[in-house]
């Protein structure tokens, strides 16, 4: 391979893993959950919504790196900016770009999908700046896919809906879980039992939302969720050598499976595509770190 094709690929890959675009996947599901529970609505529509919130996504996680430099010099070297594979000021620069270009993107899906979209790029960009300051940061990330959810399903026929509401809540939850596992692996805080519980709010609430047909479908659906949940798991709590990265990067891709129980009403054929986009974040964990 010709030198300038390495660098260019390994620029790619840099470009890749401060996006941490393995959790793309996620992201494209968070979309597809609240653009049904919102009715759905013309398919251009959709995918416009899926490139905006790709770009504030990366954006958020380029700004993530440049606002947490100082903690990966001292903990983890390998991230490409104190590696030195890209300057801090760059990835500053890309940060800004992808973050006002989503939005820009965002905002023609109308009114209520542009002010939605602004509030959650200004979340994202407090959360960077604070999450390593503050003991509730989980709690921002968990609102940041909460308003995900509004803005997608604001740019649908019916707008946000009792049901995206209330599944948007149970995706939070679900993140504030994932998000304080999170925060252990950087050493920041003793490890307990208590985030495992917010994982499983999302089986309760289906429980009590569902009835009928639906609810049968939604049984089937929890027990996935809960089996995946409970496989993420055993890696933090069942196993003499502890991995609690590879309990957060598999529950990372189980936020589709949360997705794909918040629209159990819906026909069966829109479950292949929550499992491929499941399919997705597992495969490209393989080549791009999730955390």
């Known amino acids: 391979m010709v030198p300038g094709k390495t660098d260019s690929l390994t620029f790619l890959r840099t470009l890749l893993v401060l996006g941490r675009s393995s959790n793309l996947p996620t992201v494209w599901s968070n979309c ?15 995918f416009q919504l899926c490139l905006g919130a790709t770009l504030l996504y990366t954006g958020g996680m380029f700004l993530n790196d440049a606002c ?33 270009l989503g939005w820009l993107i965002l905002w023609p899906l109308g009114k209520s ?4 979209s602004l509030i959650l790029a200004a979340c994202i960009v407090v959360y960077d700046l604070v ?15 909460f308003l995900l959810y509004l803005v997608a399903a604001s740019a649908t026929v019916d707008g946000v809906t009792g049901w995206a509401l209330w599944s948007a809540f149970a995706l939070a939850s679900y993140v504030i879980g994932l998000s304080c596992l999170a925060r252990v692996e950087s050493n920041l805080g003793a490890l307990g039992y208590w985030p495992a519980y917010l994982l499983g709010l999302p089986i309760l609430l289906a429980w009590f939302m569902n009835e009928g047909s639906a609810q049968k479908r939604s049984l089937l659906l929890s027990a996935l969720l809960a089996i995946w949940i409970l496989k993420c798991l055993r890696y933090t709590f069942w196993q003499p050598d502890r991995s609690i990265g590879r309990t957060v990067s598999g529950l990372l891709a189980g936020i589709v499976f949360v997705d794909l129980l918040a629209v159990a009403p819906d026909p069966y054929p829109v479950g292949l595509i929550f ?16 955390t």
């Open 32 to 46: 597809l959950a609240g653009w049904l529970l919102g009715g759905g609505g013309d398919l251009r529509r959709f």
């Open 113 to 116: 999908a542009s002010q939605l």
């Open 275 to 290: 499992l491929l986009l499941f399919g997705l974040a597992i495969l490209f964990q393989r080549f791009i770190p999730a």
């Open 68 to 100: 947490d430099v100082w903690f990966d010099v001292r903990y983890r070297r390998e991230r490409p900016i104190p590696s030195g594979a890209i300057r801090l000021a760059t990835v500053f620069w890309f940060s800004f770009a992808w973050l006002v």
């Open 131 to 145: 999450h390593k300051w503050i003991p509730f940061s989980a709690l921002l990330m968990a609102i940041c896919r």
